[in-house]
T-cell receptor
Framework: DGGITQSPKYLFRKEGQNVTLSCEQN?????MYWYRQDPGQGLRLIYY???????QKGDIAEGYSVSREKKESFPLTVTSAQKNPTAFYLC????????????FGPGTRLTVT | EDKVVQSPLSLVVHEGDTVTLNCSYE??????LLWYKQEKKAPTFLFML????IEKKSGRLSSILDKKELFSILNITATQTGDSAVYLC??????????FGTGTRLKVLA
């Protein structure tokens, strides 16, 4: 089955620790995205990547980092510099040239205490 | 600044009711508008609208776009409890960027 997987589903960390969220897709999509969703808010773009070895900051990139070494994988690291990291994180991908329809993974809920 | 505004923020109806969800936008360029349904986790795609005045329909759901007045509506007729979800609207102003609204939380009571 083609799709996007994110792991883990739930993640708990202590303040001051970096944490990496996994996102893998087997849809052969070039473009991948990371969003953050807080209660009562829509999705806010953290980073996106149009192609391997290239990525751009979204609207709320501070305190986050990404890499895109493989087409299938786009991991997100939440660093200790992120002031309020507790949130629901969604990864998405889209077809090149048909960037209108995004496919989403199941999300990772990160709690930092 | 590009923005997408959805209304109402939340809505409670009874099964069988018809609901209309609104999405208005201000963007420098416009490529398309998308509607998603989010129940627990991943948003699932409902519609993509690019042309004004053409209704997209899928079962009890339909949507239409007005590019002159910069808004779209999502209609759900004969609502069911399974329609309870957050409905997200997103506008695509460029090839790779999506701007999402805050969503409308719909609760359908049996």
């Amino acid at each position: 089955d083609g799709g996007i997987t994110q792991s883990p589903k739930y993640l708990f960390r202590k303040e001051g620790q970096n944490v990496t969220l996994s996102c893998e897709q087997n849809l052969n999509h070039d473009a991948m995205y990371w969003y953050r969703q807080d209660p009562g808010q829509g999705l806010r773009l953290i980073y996106y990547s149009q192609i391997v070895n290239d990525f751009q900051k979204g609207d709320i990139a501070e305190g986050y980092s990404v890499s895109r070494e493989k087409k299938e994988s786009f991991p997100l690291t939440v660093t200790s510099a992120q002031k309020n990291p507790t949130a629901f994180y969604l990864c998405a991908s889209s077809i090149p040239g048909r960037a209108y329809e995004q496919y989403f993974g199941p999300g990772t809920r990160l709690t930092v205490t | 600044e590009d923005k997408v505004v959805q209304s109402p923020l939340s809505l409670v109806v009874h099964e069988g009711d018809t609901v209309t969800l609104n999405c208005s936008y201000e963007v420098t360029n416009f490529r398309s508008l998308l509607w998603y349904k989010q129940e627990k986790k991943a948003p699932t795609f409902l519609f993509m609208l690019t042309s004004s005045g053409i209704e997209k329909k899928s079962g009890r759901l339909s949507s239409i776009l007005d590019k002159k007045e910069l808004f779209s509506i999502l209609n759900i007729t004969a609502t069911q409890t399974g329609d309870s979800a957050v409905y997200l609207c997103a506008v695509v102003p460029g090839t790779y960027k999506y701007i999402f609204g805050t969503g409308t939380r719909l609760k359908v009571l049996a």
